[in-house]
């Protein structure tokens, strides 16, 4: 279920006004989803989902109870928020308590457009089409996603915050198998604006990668001159963002622990913002908590620039309250990806990761595999694909060894995630696999 502001007001003030707990705070959120799946030649299904979800948190001292419901029902409602005075009020108090937050001044995000939002099944079918077409074409069988919707999100408080943010966005997703079977390839491609999405291109990309005759190899582990893709690039900076907790640096429980402040840490090719006015992956206007997002650097030349931390660290040391950004955007370079191929002696090219996890916050240890494309680098020139390799790779030598950077453009990511991001293809050296993997 979608709804507009002028929807929700009334049921928020509705329920505040029946509050009999020292404070309030209402967030509903929800959306609609269509997608459409295709393999074969055909689509196979194709769905349409609503959702929509209440949740009440009564304040009583230094207390918070909260329920959260999948109705706007009145009734429902108000029952919810009866339970949550009762639950606020059996708790113990909470050390970190901090009161709601009051109103803000909020900048309009990019990331809702209409004519995305209202998009049917049949524009799905289209996309859909057109990587069909793309595979028929290219002698390759394809099998993918086309998806469309629009969510919202509200948060209204006692203490007079009204917040509201909303986002359409489009994707198809391609993956491309030779007729043997013994390759296959990827793209993705997702977007705010739907006349940005270019469905038979982002199925050409696949089905090039696809296209490939050779016994894919198996390589021995060990270290490599990396081209990493932009998604590929965009996975490893969201795990380095996520790193930039403030609370847990103070504490000493990760890599930027007693590091100086001002000091390099990284390649000074590596730069790291989010904002919700970016062109390419716009941040929402509204953070965790409800704190208002603004344009702010990360990572700025290889120096780290902010942390973000929530409202009850914020208070306990007297620093600013600072959300975790749904989007980023790593800047890119100058560098065409045909350029990092040809000086490349022998290496590897990237197309994505998965499985990712942090090992080890200390030294920023993330683990992975790749998949969907890895292709062998030899003189200048792709030879061969090669099959999928785990890595055990610090991102802190990761992001220090950045010898090259491509163009930034807005990097995939499944719908329902919030997060928008930006990255350019990367060049590194001496990325380490741990192990092979015997996937395509």
């Known amino acids: 279920m979608f709804l507009s502001e002028q929807d929700i007001e009334p049921i928020a003030r509705r329920l505040l006004a029946r509050s009999r707990a020292d404070a309030c705070e209402i967030a509903i959120r929800g959306g609609e989803e269509q997608n459409l799946r295709f393999a074969h030649g055909g689509a196979t299904t194709n769905r349409s989902l609503a959702d929509i979800s209440l949740r009440v948190s009564s304040h009583v001292g230094r207390r918070v109870g909260s329920v959260e419901i999948a109705s706007l029902d009145e009734g429902a409602a108000l029952a919810a928020l009866e339970r949550s005075e009762r639950i606020a009020r059996a708790l113990p108090p909470d050390q970190d308590y901090v009161a709601p ?3 803000q001044n909020y900048e309009d995000s990019r990331r809702y457009g209409e004519a995305t939002g209202t998009l049917g099944m049949e524009a799905l079918a289209a996309r859909a089409g057109e990587a069909i077409a793309q595979g028929m074409a290219a002698g390759v069988d394809t099998f993918g996603c086309a998806a469309s919707g629009r969510r919202f ?3 209204v408080n006692s203490a007079g915050l009204f917040a509201y943010d909303r986002r359409a966005e489009v994707e198809i997703s391609v993956t491309a198998r030779n007729r043997a079977d013994s390759w296959s390839g990827w793209a993705g491609e997702n977007a705010f604006d739907a006349d940005l999405l270019n469905a038979g291109a982002v199925a050409r990309r696949a089905c090039e990668k696809a296209a490939h005759d050779e016994t894919p190899r198996d390589l021995e582990p060990g270290r490599y001159t990396v081209i990493f893709e932009p998604d590929a690039t965009a996975e490893l900076a969201r795990w380095l963002l996520r790193a930039l907790d403030a609370r847990a640096t103070d504490e000493g429980r990760n890599f930027f622990s007693g590091k100086r402040g001002g000091e ?9 913002s989010s904002d919700p006015a970016d062109p390419l992956a716009p941040d929402s206007s509204i953070g965790f908590e409800g704190v208002a997002q603004r344009a702010r650097p990360w990572i700025d030349s290889g120096v780290v620039a902010s942390f973000y931390r929530d409202r ?5 040391t007297g620093a600013e309250a600072v959300a975790h950004p749904r ?3 790593l800047r890119g370079g100058e560098t065409p990806i045909e350029d990092m191929i040809r000086t ?5 090219l990237v197309t994505r990761l998965w499985y990712a996890n942090m090992l080890d916050p200390r030294s920023l240890l993330l683990t992975g595999l790749t998949r969907d494309g890895n292709f062998v680098i030899e003189n200048g020139k792709v030879v061969a694909p090669a099959r999928n390799m785990r890595f055990n790779a610090s991102l802190a030598e990761v992001f220090a060894r950045i010898e090259a950077l491509g163009p930034s453009r807005r990097a995939w990511s499944a719908f329902k995630d919030a997060g928008a991001a930006a990255a350019p293809a990367m060049l590194v050296e001496g990325f380490p696999f741990a192990s092979r993997s015997a996937g395509i």
């Open 327 to 329: 989007g980023f955007h």
């Open 264 to 272: 390099p840490l990284f390649d000074a090719k590596l730069t790291l």
């Open 101 to 103: 937050l009051g109103p």
């Open 153 to 155: 999100l509200a948060m």
């Open 344 to 348: 490349t002696k022998r290496g590897l």
């Open 312 to 316: 009850a660290y914020a208070r306990k």
